[in-house]
């Protein structure tokens, strides 16, 4: 989320910009104002904290006078409640008569002369602004070599930081702004809970994940990129005496969306597209990507006879992996209702000949296919 600094004062402005840098925070992402103008053009930008000026001119060049109540009010009008108010005021003479209206609202007052005190206060509001920070769209990854051709390749701009225990590194597509996620382990459970949390916090308008996984001999080729139309989880059921009678649960991906990833693709010479700038081992062949069918669960499979066992459940799946399922489900029990892309490149196909020779080219396709994806998501107004 954005800060919006209301301030006309240079070096005032100076100062507060400095330390909010000095903290982490983006040069992009601080919005000025020095006028009640400026400051009505920018109201309805995605700003998380709100600093004040007691004193504001209504115009250029005009002459500063009590606009606080103004903005606050403003603020309140246009429906942005949940923000952070601070108002940092160089007269604390006239914090008696303000007090009461500003703190009412929301507002805490700091004395711009107490450095320590006004620095204080930002540090306590800048831990709650990251916490709340909004994302439009969020990323999964199991692995950390899943999330490196975001980090090395695909986002130079990218930045790494930390929300609340949850590893996050900052990207954008264009004008929206997302978080590609590094789950705390990989697994079912890890991915479930994680996105679950993610989604609730950030509130983002899509959702995706990227990445490894198995293949079915039948139904997948090592190198192949999948996108899931459809995934379940295999180990849902109930133990019997006679063995495990399966129930597993299942979600679809969007019908719209699954539409214009199945023309995505079928796109001609989209394989080559992904593979540009992509340095390292690759499939003896290109094979052509598709919409498929995931199953999840929480080992690591590397028998032919178990890969057997679970591929009867459903005679056309085609990749496994221990964490598509949970990216799906906790989307679809998500409050907003975030739309999901889950797609990953199959580098085995679970058996004793697992190794990891093509681990960097499908983390870097997968990654590439999702972003390209999520581009021509929002490009279109999404669904």
Not at 55 to 70: V, W
Not at 254 to 268: A, G
Request: net charge neutral; proline share 3%.
């Amino acid at each position: 989320m954005k800060i919006l600094l209301i301030e006309d004062t240079d070096s005032k402005r100076r100062a507060i910009v400095s330390y909010l840098r000095s903290k982490g925070v983006h040069e992009s992402d601080i919005l000025m104002a020095k006028t009640m103008t400026d400051f009505a053009a920018q109201l309805n930008e995605n700003v998380g904290l709100f600093i004040i000026d007691f004193k504001l001119p209504s115009l250029d060049d005009g002459r500063a006078s009590q606009n606080g109540k103004a903005i606050l009010e403003a603020i309140i009008k246009a429906g942005r409640q949940d923000a952070l108010l601070l108002a940092i005021s160089s007269y604390p003479d006239d914090f008696p008569a303000l007090r009461e209206y500003y703190e009412a609202h929301g507002c805490i007052l700091a004395d711009f002369n107490n450095k320590k005190g006004w620095q204080g206060t930002l540090d306590h509001l800048l831990v709650q602004l990251n916490k709340s920070t909004k994302f439009d769209f969020v990323f999964f990854c199991a692995l950390q070599e899943e999330r490196n051709p975001y980090v090395v390749h695909l986002s130079p701009n990218g930045r790494q930081t930390i929300r609340a225990g949850i590893d996050c590194f900052d990207v954008a597509i264009g004008s929206k702004k997302g978080t590609i996620v590094l789950l705390p382990h990989m697994g079912l459970v890890n991915a479930s809970i994680t996105a679950a949390l993610c989604i609730d916090r950030f509130k983002p308008e899509l959702v995706g994940m990227s990445g490894i996984c198995g293949g079915f001999a039948k139904r997948a080729e090592l190198g192949q990129l999948f996108v899931s139309g459809m995934a379940y989880e295999y180990q849902s059921g109930k133990w019997v005496s006679d063995g495990f009678l399966q129930e597993p649960y299942q979600v679809s991906t969007d019908h719209i969306l699954l539409t214009e990833l199945k023309r995505l693709v079928n796109e001609p010479g989209l394989i080559a597209q992904l593979e540009t700038d992509f340095n390292g081992a690759r499939p003896q062949h290109q094979q052509q990507p598709s919409i498929g069918v995931f199953t999840s669960g929480s080992a690591v499979i590397a028998d032919v006879k178990i890969m057997a066992q679970v591929e009867k459940i459903h005679r056309k799946v085609n990749a496994l992996d221990m964490e598509v399922f949970g990216i799906h489900r906790a989307a679809e029990l998500a409050s907003q209702k975030p739309v999901c892309i889950c797609v990953k490149t199959v580098v085995d196909l679970g058996n004793k000949a697992k190794g990891d020779k093509i681990h960097a080219y499908g983390s870097f396709i997968s990654a590439k296919f999702l972003l390209r994806a999520a581009r021509e998501f929002f490009e279109r107004g999404g669904i």
